[in-house]
């Protein structure tokens, strides 16, 4: 079956730091790609997505892009702030109106 | 807009009763989804609306749990004779279905059972 494996957390960085957190997949076809994030007290927010192979999904200064032939989607930012603290969740969509596969999430602090 | 609502926010109840969760989606949106986040299993899906049809139930756990979803919108998830294994989060999520890859999650109901 589908699954999503997350690098294991949680990340603690230093404000402006350069992010990266590994996301790898397993799926048959050619699934969707989603990061969500989960900010302290609130619900699950997506972040970005890419829908096809080479695509680079990006939002809020994040970026991801969608590689097959290494059936990742590594999500990176060049310098975090404090206010990116948050759980962030990789994900996958086989297809539309489908359920989403989620990893086990990573917990990122941002320190002054 | 509006988002997708949920409620109650928090809810305790004790083993072996019934409780039950609702979830107000985002107005148009024809698809709605439950998942459940706890701590031991990260986040699960339970089921799939398309309109009041479900065709997908594969995620419940057991036939304690059921949920329906009438006139297109509300849905209530129900889980009958409650274990404390059954403490989590309850997400509940929409979107516009008919080829739609976006869901829109609710803030969730955080079940403890005592």
């Known amino acids: 079956g589908d699954s999503v494996t997350q690098m294991e957390g949680p990340v603690t960085l230093s404000e402006e730091a350069f992010l990266t957190i590994n996301c790898t997949y397993t799926a048959t076809g050619y699934p969707s790609l989603f990061w969500y994030v989960q900010y302290p007290g609130e619900g699950l927010q997506l972040l970005l997505k890419?829908?096809?192979?080479?695509d680079k999904g990006s939002n809020k200064g994040f970026e991801a892009t969608y590689r097959k032939e290494t059936t990742s989607f590594h999500l990176e930012k060049g310098s975090v702030q404090v206010s990116d603290s948050a759980v962030y969740f990789c994900?996958?969509?086989?297809?539309?109106?489908?359920?989403?596969?989620f990893g086990k999430g990573i917990t990122l602090s941002v320190r002054p | 807009g509006a988002g997708v609502s949920q409620s109650p926010s928090n809810k305790v109840t004790e083993k072996g009763k019934d409780v039950e969760l609702r979830c107000d989606p985002i107005?148009?949106?024809?698809?709605l989804y439950w998942y459940r986040q706890s701590l031991g299993q990260g986040l699960e899906f339970l089921i799939y609306?398309?309109?009041?049809?479900?065709?997908?139930k594969s995620g419940l756990p057991s036939d304690r749990f059921s949920a329906e979803r009438t006139g297109g919108s509300v849905s209530t998830l129900t889980i009958q004779r409650t274990q404390q294994e059954d403490s989590a989060v309850y997400l509940c999520?929409?979107?516009?279905?008919?080829?739609?890859?976006?869901?829109?999650f609710g803030p969730g109901t955080r079940l403890t059972v005592t």
């Open positions: 994900a996958l969509l086989p297809g539309a109106n489908s359920k989403l596969t």
């Open positions: 999520a929409s979107g516009l279905g008919f080829s739609s890859y976006e869901q829109y």
């Open positions: 609306f398309q309109g009041n049809s479900a065709p997908d």
């Open positions: 107005s148009g949106h024809t698809a």
């Open positions: 890419a829908t096809k192979a080479d």
